[in-house]
């Protein structure tokens, strides 16, 4: 199979399914990325945090650096396209069509069952990156990996700032504010003076 | 005479009361009652009669392609500045786009708002894509979505593009590397605090945990133990698992409702409602 059909195919299914925003498919793309061998969590993990601190939605932001790694160019706007369409189609369809979709009855008990198990994704996944900063190779029990003392320092200082923001502000600290912190706090902590 | 009169107007009468008599009224009345009621909890079809269109003109058709033109340009404009200038995801594009064509436009009323808002949740894809095509399609059909959709798009995949071309270079500096290691602890910490805060700002009940705690646990285990169990189908459950429920509750309704015979219908269904609540 070709390698576009591949990308389109794979992020087709990725729109499909991805409820809940772009949170919701961060979970969702690491699982079909890793299965495929396409990029290592590292990598993703470099994307999501240039995702977050760029404009747009993250979701398609992500698309477009996977298809582009994977494919070039057309690679990229084949996954951008791929990731649109489903929404895209379902939201004009029901747009067209129904009128009262949202407050169908169905789609509620199906909706009341998806979120659970959408939280249950984005915080299992969340959690697992952070085991990993401390462990790298968290699941390789042969190579039980030494612990990262810097990442547990980075971890409390930039912990405790979010932490502090929302207890001064009343407000969560924005996402961007929180990805320059914590690269700042790479930075400094790493660098010898 | 008279009596052929009377007749006659009887007979008159009779056929008046045959075509508008009471009889045919009664049914249509009470079909129109059934019918509502089935479909209650049915989608509404709502879609506008190609009969009504009324015939333009030349001149007049013209004039509705040049305004067609016009307000397909303004929003595609307006939807990339939205593209541009949202940060951390669809929930922040939410107040940009109510700002924008809510208050300031007025495009759309505030109740065509939330029930974007209420099916851009409840559908797959990201939320701004969504809205975007909601809004579109609301505005000038399909075009307009395909208009919305592309503006909304174009800075995102333009920025990301032009960064992952340089992203090779950029990465190579160590002082970058120093910063990524630091920002791969920001990502972790912002993905789970999202999370955390999804589950707090939504009303739970026992359905909620009983489906989480599985969910979280299955997931945890198949990352760990590298099985490869792709979280689509975590999800299809998911879906099947809320609308067996809501069938299963409704069943359990319907036998209580039929042993209880005194209790009004829809006093049951309120129960019923408050029950799921």
Same mark, same amino acid.
């Given at each position: 199979?070709?390698?576009?059909?591949?990308?389109?195919?794979?992020?087709?299914?990725?729109?499909?399914?991805?409820?809940?925003?772009?949170?919701?498919?961060?979970?969702?793309?690491?699982?079909?990325?890793?299965?495929?061998?396409?990029?290592?969590?590292?990598?993703?993990?470099?994307?999501?945090?240039?995702?977050?601190?760029?404009?747009?939605?993250?979701?398609?932001?992500?698309?477009?650096?996977?298809?582009?790694?994977?494919?070039?160019?057309?690679?990229?706007?084949?996954?951008?396209?791929?990731?649109?369409?489903?929404?895209?189609?379902?939201?004009?369809?029901?747009?067209?069509?129904?009128?009262?979709?949202?407050?169908? %009855?169905?789609?509620?008990?199906?909706? %009341?069952?998806?979120?659970?198990?959408?939280?249950?994704?984005?915080?299992?996944?969340?959690?697992?990156?952070?085991?990993?900063?401390?462990?790298?190779?968290?699941?390789?029990?042969?190579?039980?990996?030494?612990?990262?003392?810097?990442?547990?320092?980075?971890?409390?200082?930039?912990?405790?700032?979010?932490?502090?923001?929302?207890?001064?502000?009343?407000?969560?600290?924005?996402?961007?504010?929180?990805?320059?912190?914590?690269?700042?706090?790479?930075?400094?902590?790493?660098?010898?003076? | 005479?008279?009596?052929?009169?009377?007749?006659?107007?009887?007979?008159?009468?009779?056929?008046?009361?045959?075509?508008?008599?009471?009889?045919?009224?009664?049914?249509?009345?009470?079909?129109?009652?059934?019918?509502?009621?089935?479909?209650?909890?049915?989608?509404?079809?709502?879609?506008?009669?190609?009969?009504?269109?009324?015939?333009?003109?030349?001149?007049?058709?013209?004039?509705?392609?040049?305004?067609?033109?016009?307000?397909?340009?303004?929003?595609?404009?307006?939807?990339?500045?939205?593209?541009?200038?949202?940060?951390?995801?669809?929930?922040?594009?939410?107040?940009?786009?109510?700002?924008?064509?809510?208050?300031?436009?007025?495009?759309?009323?505030?109740?065509?708002?939330?029930?974007? @808002?209420?099916?851009?949740?409840?559908?797959?894809?990201?939320?701004?894509?969504?809205?975007?095509?909601?809004?579109?399609?609301?505005?000038?059909?399909?075009?307009?979505?395909?208009?919305?959709?592309?503006?909304?798009?174009?800075?995102?995949?333009?920025?990301?593009?032009?960064?992952?071309?340089?992203?090779?270079?950029?990465?190579?500096?160590?002082?970058?590397?120093?910063?990524?290691?630091?920002?791969?602890?920001?990502?972790?910490?912002?993905?789970?605090?999202?999370?955390?805060?999804?589950?707090?700002?939504?009303?739970?009940?026992?359905?909620?945990?009983?489906?989480?705690?599985?969910?979280?646990?299955?997931?945890?285990?198949?990352?760990?133990?590298?099985?490869?169990?792709?979280?689509?189908? @975590?999800?299809?459950?998911?879906?099947?698992?809320?609308?067996?429920?809501?069938?299963?509750?409704?069943?359990?309704?319907?036998?209580?409702?039929?042993?209880?015979?005194? @209790?009004?219908?829809?006093?049951?269904?309120?129960?019923?409602?408050?029950?799921?609540?």
């Amino acid at each position: 199979m070709s390698i576009y059909l591949e990308i389109f195919l794979a992020f087709l299914k990725i729109g499909t399914v991805s409820f809940g925003g772009g949170y919701g498919m961060i979970p969702i793309i690491r699982d079909e990325m890793l299965s495929r061998g396409w990029i290592t969590d590292d990598v993703l993990w470099n994307y999501i945090a240039i995702a977050e601190s760029t404009p747009g939605p993250i979701a398609i932001n992500l698309a477009t650096f996977v298809g582009n790694d994977l494919a070039g160019f057309w690679g990229s706007l084949l996954a951008t396209t791929a990731v649109v369409i489903p929404a895209f189609v379902i939201i004009l369809i029901i747009a067209a069509i129904f009128k009262n979709f949202a407050s169908n %009855k169905y789609v509620k008990a199906a909706m %009341k069952g998806v979120t659970p198990i959408i939280w249950g994704l984005i915080i299992s996944t969340g959690l697992l990156l952070v085991v990993k900063c401390f462990y790298a190779e968290y699941n390789d029990f042969d190579a039980a990996g030494e612990f990262n003392f810097h990442a547990l320092v980075i971890f409390a200082v930039v912990g405790g700032i979010a932490l502090g923001y929302r207890l001064i502000r009343k407000k969560k600290i924005p996402p961007i504010a929180l990805i320059l912190i914590s690269a700042a706090a790479g930075m400094i902590y790493y660098i010898p003076l | 005479m008279d009596n052929k009169d009377e007749l006659s107007g009887k007979e008159v009468l009779f056929s008046d009361a045959d075509k508008n008599g009471e009889p045919t009224e009664d049914t249509l009345s009470s079909c129109e009652n059934a019918s509502a009621c089935k479909n209650k909890d049915k989608f509404k079809f709502s879609r506008p009669k190609r009969k009504d269109k009324p015939v333009l003109t030349p001149q007049q058709k013209k004039e509705r392609f040049l305004r067609r033109a016009i307000l397909s340009l303004k929003l595609f404009l307006c939807y990339l500045k939205i593209g541009l200038f949202t940060f951390g995801g669809g929930y922040a594009m939410i107040a940009l786009l109510e700002r924008e064509y809510v208050q300031k436009r007025k495009w759309i009323s505030d109740a065509e708002f939330y029930e974007i @808002l209420a099916i851009s949740e409840s559908t797959p894809g990201p939320i701004a894509i969504n809205s975007a095509t909601f809004i579109g399609f609301k505005l000038i059909g399909v075009w307009g979505a395909f208009v919305a959709v592309v503006a909304v798009c174009i800075p995102s995949f333009s920025i990301i593009l032009l960064i992952s071309y340089f992203y090779d270079a950029f990465m190579a500096f160590i002082p970058v590397q120093y910063a990524f290691e630091g920002i791969k602890v920001g990502i972790a910490i912002l993905i789970t605090s999202a999370g955390v805060n999804m589950m707090k700002k939504a009303q739970k009940g026992a359905f909620e945990y009983f489906v989480f705690v599985p969910a979280f646990l299955l997931v945890t285990c198949f990352d760990i133990f590298n099985i490869d169990f792709s979280s689509v189908y @975590l999800i299809l459950i998911g879906i099947c698992v809320g609308i067996l429920y809501k069938l299963i509750l409704d069943a359990i309704n319907k036998r209580k409702s039929v042993v209880a015979v005194g @209790l009004d219908t829809n006093a049951s269904e309120s129960e019923s409602e408050k029950e799921e609540k």
